[in-house]
């Protein structure tokens, strides 16, 4: 038996013991096809919401031999995506639809634990109760609706070998995911709102009130800021559970998105909190903002083939066209371009395009990885490498990455001595994992892209020359928006896909809308030019979209481009006048001028300030 370290797991064995768990008696515990069908009728209305956000998943879990499921509060399994070789391999331990995975019937696994302890949990090997399940690793979260009542459970299941803690935080992030959109979507009147803290957190804490004010909905974050309750949800008023709350419940027409209310919480009086309204139906008038995170239903900015990327502006076609030209060949790429230009959607287009498109296409931030986890990321390590890496082992992104593209992205922020080490892995393709003395030798076609100039940082010796000329094999420059000559074709591009999301007849822009679109220079380029229209869409009424119906911050501050060479100190203005607005909060500062946090840094270090809103 496995040494039992966690508490949950060991009163989970206990209960296996307890039930007398039987693989025998556990093979048959399927449904049958018309007993399964029914269950799914009553599931339906969940499984509509979750199926999507399964999808979306599907070439990343197929690249990993892995699956995700969901299933009900008995254990049984209702849909189950991702590797067809790895259903197919499973299905004789019965890993399946219509299949039950409950403690009583397989003993301690993700599925039947997480809903006795209705929490996020990873089960790995044999930690399993089952011996004939110890091949697998297992990472599940609950799903909660708006009550907080557990209503199903997410699981990623895969080879056990196969195993890394992140993906733990990716079931759990999908889960929320899928709770929030619950919430949003209830039927009753209401009124949706984002409470922040001043503490960092991944997730945004949003709840829901009626007409009269009682709360109806809550996420886990919102319940953990203010001290909710299944008890309390459907029968408190906000007003009981935080106060200066009136402001946002008065539905006038002045609020908008963005805009921030503070609140303090009566249970905890210093717990400093900021409100805003994200979606209003307690009134005839269109929400203000629908979609609460940019991965919920998001019309795609640019899809992953080059059929699909669309523009007329002359210097973005002539970089598409050398994009598809470079996809023949097995050169080393380099793309550069401003963020929100689409450089990794160019980069999965090309690899769509070349011979290498029935391999895998992997990528990874450079400027996200911590400098420490950067070599064995990119080279894998084996077991015992170092404290807390797994026994097993774990390859590398360039091992997954065999026979198909490795995409470094924000190449430039790759700490100068793996700079070294990655120009000695291209000499020959060949490398030894952290911890290991066995050569490893893949076929990997890289691509990288920045949104730095790489020759500068050549110049001023924070990149290597020859690593430089290494991955410069072709250059692709992708202009930014406030360049291009086809942005009104690119908001219509955009426009018909929010279009279709929304269910609208007709959006259509008016001629000032148009004017404001030609002449706004669109620092965040398309990604926020798409979450402008977005916003602007759910508040036009009559279809029409006025330029009163985009965000306030292009309205009383538009960027405009201009004939002076003005256009950078305009931008820095709007920018300092919003952080002062904020109160030096770079996370909603970011969200209100649309644009990254990354940029938001960038440009704050730019104009040598960033130190005065950096927490010591």
């Known amino acids: 038996m496995v040494p039992l370290v966690d508490s949950w797991l060991e009163k989970s064995w206990k209960r296996s013991r307890k039930y007398k768990v039987d693989p025998s008696i556990a093979k048959d515990a399927i449904l049958g096809e018309f007993e399964f069908k029914q269950l799914r009728e009553k599931k339906e209305s969940l499984l509509r919401v979750v199926i999507p956000k399964l999808n979306s998943l599907t070439d990343y879990l197929k690249t990993f031999q892995s699956i995700i499921l969901v299933s009900d509060l008995e254990g049984c399994i209702l849909e189950s995506i991702g590797d067809p070789v790895f259903l197919k391999d499973h299905e004789k331990i019965q890993l399946c639809k219509g299949a039950y995975w409950s403690e009583k019937v397989r003993g301690t696994n993700t599925a039947g634990t997480t809903i006795v302890e209705q929490k996020p949990i990873a089960i790995v090997g044999n930690q399993h109760y089952l011996e004939l399940i110890h091949k697998l690793y297992c990472t599940s979260s609950p799903i909660f609706d708006p009550r907080g009542d557990l209503v199903a459970v997410l699981n990623i299941t895969g080879y056990h070998e196969k195993y890394h803690p992140s993906l733990l935080g990716m079931v759990d992030i999908l889960a929320k995911e899928i709770e929030d959109w619950l919430l949003i979507n209830q039927p009753e009147n209401q009124l949706i709102i984002a409470l922040d803290s001043q503490q960092k957190r991944n997730q945004r804490a949003i709840l829901a009130v009626n007409t009269d004010g009682v709360i109806i909905g809550a996420n886990r974050e919102a319940r953990m800021l203010g001290h909710l309750t299944n008890a309390t949800i459907g029968k408190a008023e906000i007003s009981e559970i935080f106060s200066g709350i009136q402001p946002l419940l008065q539905r006038k027409k002045e609020i908008h998105p963005g805009d921030l209310f503070p609140l303090q919480s009566k249970k905890n009086g210093q717990n400093q909190l ?18 609460i995170k940019k991965n919920d239903e998001e019309p795609k900015i640019y899809p992953r083939t080059f059929e699909d990327i669309h523009g007329i502006d002359r210097d973005f076609l002539s970089a598409i066209n050398l994009a598809k030209k470079a996809a023949a060949i097995d050169y080393t790429i380099l793309i550069t371009g401003e963020s929100g230009t689409g450089k990794d959607i160019v980069a999965q287009a090309i690899h769509r395009a070349s011979p290498r498109s029935h391999k895998p296409f992997i990528a990874i931030n450079c400027g996200a990885v911590p400098k420490s986890l950067l070599e064995s990321e990119l080279f894998g390590y084996e077991g015992g490498a170092f404290t807390g890496a797994r026994q097993t082992g774990q390859p590398g992104k360039f091992e997954q990455a065999h026979g198909g593209t490795l995409f470094l992205d924000e190449i430039a922020e790759m700490p100068m001595e793996m700079q070294v080490v990655l120009l000695r892995v291209m000499q020959d393709f060949t490398f030894t994992r952290v911890g290991g003395t066995k050569p490893i030798s893949v076929d990997v076609r890289i691509i990288t892209a920045t949104h730095t100039d790489l020759w500068k940082k050549v110049q001023d010796g924070s990149f290597r020359a020859d690593l430089f000329y290494r991955l410069e094999g072709i250059h692709i420059i992708l202009p930014p928006l ?24 007709d959006l259509i822009l008016s001629s000032a809308s148009k004017r404001l ?35 306030p911050y292009i309205l009383s501050n538009p960027i405009i481009l201009k004939q002076d060479g003005s256009l950078e100190q305009a931008e820095n203005e709007v920018i300092i006048e919003t952080i002062n607005k904020t109160g030096g909060n770079l996370s909603q500062t970011s969200r209100i001028l649309g644009i990254g946090r990354s940029t938001l840094y960038r440009k704050l270090k730019k104009l040598s300030i960033l130190d005065n809103y950096i927490q010591p």
């Open 482 to 505: 406030r360049r291009r000559t086809d942005r009104l074709h690119v908001a219509q591009l955009l426009l018909r896909n929010i279009q279709e999301k929304l269910e609208k007849v």
């Open 517 to 551: 679109i030609q002449n706004y220079s669109w620092p965040g380029n398309v990604r926020q030019m798409l979450g402008a229209l977005r916003s602007a869409s759910f508040l036009a009424e009559s279809g029409v979209i006025e330029p009163d119906h985009f965000p």
């Open 274 to 291: 900021f409100a805003s309204i994200i979606l209003d139906t307690r009134s005839s008038n269109k929400p203000i903002e629908k979609t």
